[in-house]
């Protein structure tokens, strides 16, 4: 069974905090994701990586950067945390399709 | 136009009937669709994958797709109330990238 793992199920930061997201997956798959999930909104994808040190942009990718230094883990960074991140905050992996979700991080910034 | 449309519910149905969730997609391209599953405060588990014009069965889960209308759609038979949760319908687009569109999801209950 592919396993995600995100470090963290619940996270809570103050306002310009910067703030690091992991996630870590098991099945040497080429690529992972960042989505935030929002009541109404469904998921957005905020990054994507097909490689180790590679990175696109998603949809909604302001506010955030990510790392991928080695294939296995895909951080996510919020440069200066703000209310609005406030969120659900999911990883996934893949080798070709389909995705493989973590758990998810409830991030909540005050 | 949204590129992945699900009707947001909540749909309604007693044990043991059929729920029918569907899906409408907005890229004539899109060559792949799931379902997910995704219980209140956890994180979307596949259910269905479906890749080619048709029915797709697996246990009590049917998924459909047709093409030429653009529509996918997922059939629970035998409802239990443990199938209450939101069911999402995601599509790889045409992209190049192993990227899914996501639609916001149905919710589905199911009463005993």
């Known amino acids: 069974d592919v396993k995600v793992t995100q470090s963290s199920r619940y996270l809570v930061k103050r306002t310009g905090e910067k703030v690091f997201l992991e996630c870590v997956q098991d099945?040497?798959?080429?690529?992972m994701f960042w989505y935030r999930q929002d009541p109404g909104l469904g998921l957005r994808l905020i990054y994507f990586?097909?490689?180790?040190?590679?990175?696109e942009k998603g949809d909604i990718p302001e506010g955030y950067s990510v790392s991928r230094e080695k294939k296995e883990r895909f951080s996510l960074i919020l440069e200066s945390a703000s209310t609005n991140q406030t969120s659900m905050y999911l990883c996934?992996?893949?080798?070709?399709?389909?995705?493989?979700f973590g758990d998810g991080t409830r991030l909540s910034i005050l | 136009q949204k590129e992945v449309e699900q009707n947001s519910g909540p749909l309604s149905v007693p044990e043991g009937a059929i729920a029918s969730l569907n899906c409408t997609y907005s890229?004539?391209?899109?060559?792949?669709f799931f379902w997910y599953r995704q219980y209140s405060g956890k994180s979307p588990e596949l259910i269905m994958s479906?890749?080619?014009?048709g029915d797709k069965e697996d246990g009590r889960f049917t998924a459909q797709l047709n093409k030429a209308s653009q529509y996918v759609s997922l059939l629970i038979r035998d409802s239990q109330p443990s199938d209450s949760a939101t069911y999402l319908c995601?599509?790889?687009?045409?992209?190049?990238?192993?990227?899914?569109?996501f639609g916001t999801g149905t919710r589905l209950l199911v009463s005993p």
């Open positions: 996934a992996s893949s080798a070709n399709q389909p995705q493989h």
């Open positions: 099945m040497d798959h080429e690529n």
């Open positions: 990586s097909y490689d180790v040190k590679m990175k």
């Open positions: 890229d004539r391209g899109s060559q792949s």
């Open positions: 995601a599509v790889g687009m045409n992209t190049g990238f192993q990227k899914l569109v």
């Open positions: 479906i890749y080619s014009n």
